[in-house]
């Protein structure tokens, strides 16, 4: 693809060309450190995952948020699939409880 997409203890996903390596979005959102990312197998979306218990989605169009998916515990890992309909979602994700 074009870009790459990071994410960070500064709780920000930063998105560059990766013809350029310039910088091309900060998206903001997440309250704790960001662990993956990851963009749609049709890359019409990208995926960050974080110790804040959230995954957020953004469209590749404008890189706006389009939904927060809230978990039991950290994300530390997620990837886009093919959902075997009608009963799965096309995100999986590994998750850690935090310390109590």
Not at 8 to 26: H, I, K, Y
Not at 41 to 57: M, Q
Not at 73 to 79: K, Y
Request: aromatic residues 8%; contains cysteine.
């Amino acid at each position: 693809g074009d870009v790459l997409a990071s994410g960070g203890e500064d709780m920000l996903v930063r998105v560059w060309s990766a013809r350029t390596g310039e910088l091309t979005n900060l998206l903001p959102g997440h309250s704790n450190a960001i662990r993956t990312v990851a963009f749609s197998l049709d890359a019409k979306l990208l995926a960050s995952g974080s110790l804040d218990k959230t995954v957020r989605l953004y469209t590749t169009a404008s890189y706006t948020h389009v939904k927060t998916l809230d978990f039991a515990a950290c994300v530390l890992t997620l990837a886009f699939g093919r959902p075997l309909e009608p009963f799965s979602s096309p995100i999986t994700c590994s998750a850690m409880p935090t310390p109590e």
